[in-house]
């Protein structure tokens, strides 16, 4: 079957660096995907991967090995702002020959003061 | 910046009753979605469009769920015959292209509650 997981809930200080993780288990990958979701409103787009390694995009960086299918989303610099949910989407290859998109439950980042 | 739209933000509707939610996506986007999200739950894939036919959808998307092209510019997702669990937010996205670095944009969605 398909699974992501990712943990609940995290919190850390304005200032810091934390590292939101994700585990996937899928058929047919091609790619993973991390949104930024505050409460009430729709996922932004955040980051993309579907090689190994680390994509780094400002204060966002993202990490993918597909062969412990694991990816971290890395967030430096916390501010307050970055409270909100975030994301681990998966895509695979549907039956038809295009995507599905599978979505973890999100990990819910407070950021304290 | 070009932003996908969704009309109405809120619905209220009696069980049995059909709705149709509205998107408009982003003009030279080819690839459409609808995704719902139940209240504190995680967002679920419904199905994806191209080219005027449903290119993927999900054991959700069963035969009361229908998507259309009216015309060149919107994009829409009926429910036929409403339930109490059809009640969640439902998000329309689009994206210019569905290989190697797809970016999906997703519109403000629209809630909908069930009654």
């Known amino acids: 079957g398909q699974n992501i997981d990712q943990p609940t809930e995290m919190t850390a200080t304005e200032g810091a660096i934390v590292q939101i993780n994700c585990t996937y288990q899928?058929?047919?990958?091609?790619?993973l995907f991390w949104y930024q979701q505050h409460a009430g409103e729709a996922p932004t787009f955040l980051s993309y991967n579907v090689l190994d390694g680390l994509e780094e995009k400002g204060r966002f960086s993202s990490f993918l090995s597909r062969s412990k299918g694991y990816s971290y989303l890395l967030l430096k610099e916390l501010q307050m702002k970055d409270s909100a949910s975030y994301l681990c989407a998966v895509r695979s290859l549907g039956a038809s020959g295009t995507y599905k998109y599978i979505f973890g439950t999100g990990t819910r980042l407070k950021v304290l003061a | 910046e070009p932003e996908v739209t969704q009309t109405p933000s809120h619905q209220v509707t009696q069980m049995g009753q059909e709705v149709i939610l509205r998107c408009v996506p982003i003009s030279n986007h080819l690839y459409f979605y609808w995704y719902r999200q139940i209240l504190g739950q995680k967002v679920e894939f419904l199905v994806s469009f191209y080219n005027n036919e449903i290119s993927e959808k999900s054991e959700i998307f069963d035969d009361q769920f229908s998507v259309e092209r009216p015309d060149g510019s919107n994009f829409t997702l009926k429910i036929r015959s409403t339930k109490l669990e059809d009640s969640a937010m439902y998000f329309c996205?689009?994206?210019?292209?569905?290989?190697?670095?797809?970016?999906?944009?997703f519109g403000p969605g629209t809630r909908l509650l069930v009654l």
């Open positions: 899928t058929s047919g990958f091609n790619g």
């Open positions: 996205a689009s994206s210019e292209a569905w290989q190697v670095q797809e970016t999906q944009y």
